[in-house]
């Protein structure tokens, strides 16, 4: 129940072009979702994160749609281009457990072509 | 922009050994964070700290396991007698009380 599914688990886009990353969860408990961008060699970083009160939320090209019912969120990125090549996670994590530790997803990793 | 800094980048050890890897968070966090990340695998949860105390641990993080406060500004992992399977990206992260985790770029930690 603490799993957060994620797919696809590599994705290939033509620059110009959207990429959609989907992630799902069972744990109702769950309250923030924020995905992450990694670039080889560095660490995590926080791209957007939305929480359950909103359907979306956008920040510039990047783009999370959540979908409580059905306990899904994805990030869209439009306009995609070769420097948004990297390993993208979902993750998601809940404010009544204390110290709101992180469950990420396994990964997708974005090759976007010139 | 104020960053998580962790050392060293890569520590390569022997099975048996002991290492500790050293994280500086970020000054005015309050809640730290260890996070592991095996080769091309997802990022897992070791153990959380807040107020000098360990909040919440993950059961990979096991009594050859420990964290450490050890000053105002350092805050550290050991690993007592490592193993073949600890192999992997240690990433130290640091939040305040009301903003997102910051992670470090991580200590690739190699067990030969």
């Known amino acids: 129940q603490q799993q957060v599914k994620q797919s696809p688990q590599s994705l290939i886009v033509q620059k110009g072009g959207i990429s959609i990353i989907n992630c799902a969860y069972e744990?109702?408990?769950?309250?923030?979702f924020p995905w992450y961008q990694q670039f080889p060699g560095k660490g995590p970083a926080l791209l957007i994160a939305?929480?359950?009160?909103?359907s979306e939320k956008k920040e510039g090209r990047f783009t999370i749609s959540f979908n409580k019912s059905a306990k899904q969120f994805s990030l869209h990125i439009m306009d995609s281009q070769p420097g948004d090549s990297a390993t993208y996670f979902c993750?998601?994590?809940?404010?009544?457990?204390?110290?709101?530790?992180?469950?990420f997803g396994k990964g997708t990793k974005l090759t976007v072509n010139p | 922009e104020p960053e998580v800094t962790q050392t060293p980048s890569h520590q390569v050890t022997q099975m048996g050994q002991e290492v500790i890897l050293r994280c500086v968070p970020i000054s005015n966090h309050l809640y730290f964070y260890w996070y592991r990340q095996i080769l091309g695998q997802k990022v897992e949860f070791l153990v959380s700290?807040?107020?000098?105390?360990?909040?919440?641990k993950s059961e990979i993080f096991d009594d050859q396991f420990s964290v450490e406060r050890p000053d105002g500004s350092n805050f550290t992992l050991k690993i007592r007698s490592t193993k073949l399977e600890d192999s992997a990206m240690y990433f130290c992260a640091s939040r305040g009380v009301d903003s997102p985790l910051h992670f470090g770029n991580g200590t690739r930690l190699t067990v030969t």
């Open positions: 939305i929480r359950p009160d909103v």
């Open positions: 700290f807040y107020n000098n105390e360990i909040s919440e």
């Open positions: 744990n109702t408990a769950f309250d923030y």
């Open positions: 993750a998601a994590s809940s404010a009544s457990g204390g110290s709101e530790k992180l469950v």
